[in-house]
């Protein structure tokens, strides 16, 4: 939001004059923080159903989790190492940090009355989440016995006395600080963590007043209600003066010396052993637990009193996402069988996936196309005597990797296959340490990147011998190799056997696995290389062309907008005309709508069943279409300080499905979509008189790929 003291009249100002004026951006934590509030949205949203309201409180405090972990934890380094460098907006760390806290607090305590209306809704519908105080005789006789057989064996208390120091409290961790009393009327602290390895919804039997339970109903009890309502069996001889629950959240955040490091793997392997002890950044607490319990923890956890957060239970929401996993097809969105094109279907027919590429580009949109014939690409490549080599890139693949079993059968069956694992995907390290030795075991030729980068793009290159001649087959994505996530989050995957292409994806894996100063590409946009000057170029060639009075347009859709030079050029399109719109899901640092600023461009939102994050990038160009896709997001780390591709989109075919069937439903959008205001702030699309509803992932789930009537842009 805007600060009180400055209004839009006040940034009616030219960006030519000043660009650097840090009024006309916005700070990215501000906006991240922005985000959470459209999430939080979805989850009070009534027409969404039951357990995806309650997927989506997860998710909110699962984002908010991690934003604390790094990015506050971030701006506390940067305080406590005296670095006074401003944000986009004009703030010193301290600014920043004093302007997150108040917001991040309202947003937990939101989401908790949020989880107050839904828990009579879903005990209408048959899923009762139920206090331990709550329970009958019946279901406490049941609940005690679960307690002496599943739970009791698995608790560890831990006394805090002369003796015994303070306990290490892991990261993420949901604990209860219990005061107990021996036999001399001493009292003494203890902690008790809630185990992450039991379920935190425990089934219970049905009420004895029920009557006859419907098939379909639940009872579920939280367990840190139940491992505090059995305290006594933990501190036998002992009185249970009081316990409170309590969740800490430690600085994530790994700073590898690449350097310096001898083996970079077992570096970033000490360093995931490491993060369990980082510095605290937040302890949430609830409003019954006394000052002198409080206390003690800000005392011992080194803490200041503002990293304390009062909250009403329960503490760590981030598990209301597993009651998906109960059997209530009526409480979910509707389910659907993802689509293939008719091209891949026919190459399965005939066994031939090379032929189709061969034939034509091909396009595939996830989740509504299957991540299947990624996986049949890879499979295929494995098992055919032609292919002789294989590629590709690793980010974040998951502990179930059928992409990663393709290319273990592509080296047991004598194929090269040389694949660059990124272990620095944070929060995926531990997968890709186990899966890059796993490769390694298998003869596969793994590297882990270049020093100071990080390896984010997506791509999969496939080396066959065609006759007297070599041939390259590319599956270039926005999003990874991961089949779980390809349901989740809408991405991109292009086939090709382009040439140039293919050059360039063979040079581009010659600057990951060797020694390469290449300076320019065919084809392709290479971060850090010539991606930056590139996307400010395809700016400036609009402008021009809106100076010509060609109609500029230009359409972005990306995860985040945080660069500083982007922006001002964006500011100058607007400015010349130039009709703007971007698609960020995200935060977005650039104020749309300030009169002789940004009047030209449109900032569209949109927090949906699927997380969005395919990034498009669509010039008008005079009429000569040009959309890149890629990895990268238009930040800093990704223009600067990763490896990234964009690749074009050549076929006109898919030109315009990518234009009327993605980006103009995307635009279109009035029920999931928000428009960001000058301030920052957000409101929801609605659509206007005898409009219809248009969800734009609803009507991509509906609509074949390059099928559908166009949209006007």
Avoid at 334 to 347: D, K, R, Y
Wanted: hydrophobic content about 40%; charged content about 25%; some cysteine.
């Amino acid at each position: 939001m805007l600060p009180q003291d400055v209004t839009l009249a006040a940034l009616n100002l030219s960006v030519r004059e000043d660009p650097n004026d840090p009024r006309l951006y916005l700070g990215r934590e501000m906006s991240m923080l922005e985000f959470q509030r459209r999430v939080l949205e979805e989850a009070q949203d009534p027409t969404n159903p039951l357990l995806e309201r309650a997927k989506f409180l997860g998710i909110v405090s699962s984002n908010l989790s991690e934003f604390f972990m790094v990015r506050v934890a971030g701006l506390k380094q940067q305080i406590e190492a005296g670095v006074a460098d401003l944000s986009l907006d004009g703030r010193t760390p301290a600014e920043q940090l004093a302007a997150i806290r108040p917001v991040a607090l309202q947003l937990m305590r939101d989401a908790r009355k949020c989880l107050g209306e839904l828990i009579p809704l879903l005990d209408q519908a048959g899923i009762h989440i139920l206090d331990y105080d709550a329970l009958d005789e019946k279901q406490k006789a049941g609940v005690e016995a679960y307690f002496d057989e599943m739970v009791f064996p698995v608790l560890t208390p831990l006394a805090f006395d002369p003796g015994r120091p303070f306990p290490h409290i892991s990261n993420m961790s949901l604990n209860l600080a219990v005061v107990i009393c021996d036999q001399q009327g001493q009292e003494h602290f203890t902690r008790v963590k809630v185990p992450n390895t039991l379920p935190r919804f425990v089934p219970v039997c049905p009420r004895q007043d029920a009557g006859q339970a419907a098939p379909h109903e639940q009872w579920l009890v939280w367990m840190e209600q139940i491992i505090a309502a059995h305290l006594g069996s933990l501190f036998p001889g002992m009185t249970i003066v009081e316990a409170y629950p309590f969740r800490v959240t430690r600085d994530a955040e790994m700073l590898i010396q690449e350097l310096e490091a001898p083996d970079l793997l077992e570096t970033i392997e000490q360093g995931v052993r490491q993060r369990r002890f980082g510095s605290v950044v937040r302890v949430t607490v609830t409003e019954a637990m006394p000052a002198h319990i409080r206390n003690l923890l800000i005392e011992n956890l080194d803490i200041e009193p503002s990293d304390v957060f009062t909250l009403e239970p329960p503490l760590g929401m981030s598990e209301l996402g597993k009651l998906q996993s109960l059997d209530r097809r009526d409480l979910k969105d509707l389910s659907f069988t993802p689509s293939v094109p008719q091209a891949i279907e026919a190459a399965s027919r005939e066994g031939d996936i090379f032929a189709a590429i061969r034939q034509q580009d091909i396009l595939l949109h996830h989740p509504y196309d299957s991540f299947t014939p990624v996986i049949d690409f890879i499979h295929a490549a494995a098992c055919d005597p032609n292919v002789l080599a294989i590629k590709q890139t690793l980010y974040r693949v998951g502990k179930n990797a059928p992409v990663v079993e393709g290319l273990l059968e592509a080296a047991r069956n004598g194929k090269q296959v040389a694949v660059l694992v990124e272990l620095k995907a944070r929060f995926d390290e531990e997968s890709n340490i186990e899966w890059a030795r796993a490769l390694e075991r298998e003869g596969v030729h793994v590297v882990y990147g270049l020093l100071g980068l990080k390896t984010h793009s997506k791509i999969a290159l496939v080396v066959r011998k065609e006759g007297d001649r070599i041939r390259r087959y590319m599956h270039l994505s926005t999003g990874n190799y991961n089949a779980v996530t390809a349901q989740l989050y809408t991405d991109l995957g292009l086939f090709t056997c382009d040439p140039d292409i293919g050059a360039d994806a063979s040079d581009v894996f010659n600057y990951l696995t060797g020694y390469s100063a290449k300076p320019d590409y065919r084809k392709f946009l290479v971060a850090p290389i010539n991606m930056r000057s590139k996307m400010e170029a395809l700016i400036q060639r609009e402008i021009k062309h809106q100076q010509r009075g060609e109609a500029g347009r230009l359409i972005f859709k990306v995860n985040s907008l945080v660069d500083k030079s982007i922006i001002k050029r964006l500011y100058r399109a607007s400015q010349a005309g130039v009709q703007v719109d971007l698609i960020v899901r995200g935060m977005c640092c650039l104020r749309p709508g300030l009169p002789g600023v940004s009047e030209n461009i449109r900032v569209t939102s949109i927090v949906g069943r699927f997380l969005e994050h395919s990034r498009i990038y669509y010039c008008r160009n005079g009429g000569a279409e040009e959309i890149y896709l890629g990895s990268a997001d238009l930040m800093p780390r990704n223009l600067d300080r990763r490896v990234e591709i964009s690749f074009p989109v050549e076929d006109r075919r898919l030109i315009r499905h990518l234009r009327d069937d993605v980006l103009a439903i995307c635009l279109a959008d009035n029920v999931k979509a928000r428009r960001m205001l000058p301030d920052g702030s957000y409101e929801r699309v609605r659509p206007g008189p005898n409009e219809p509803l248009l969800d734009s992932q609803q009507w991509l789930i509906s609509h074949r790929p390059l099928a559908g009537a166009p949209c006007a842009l």
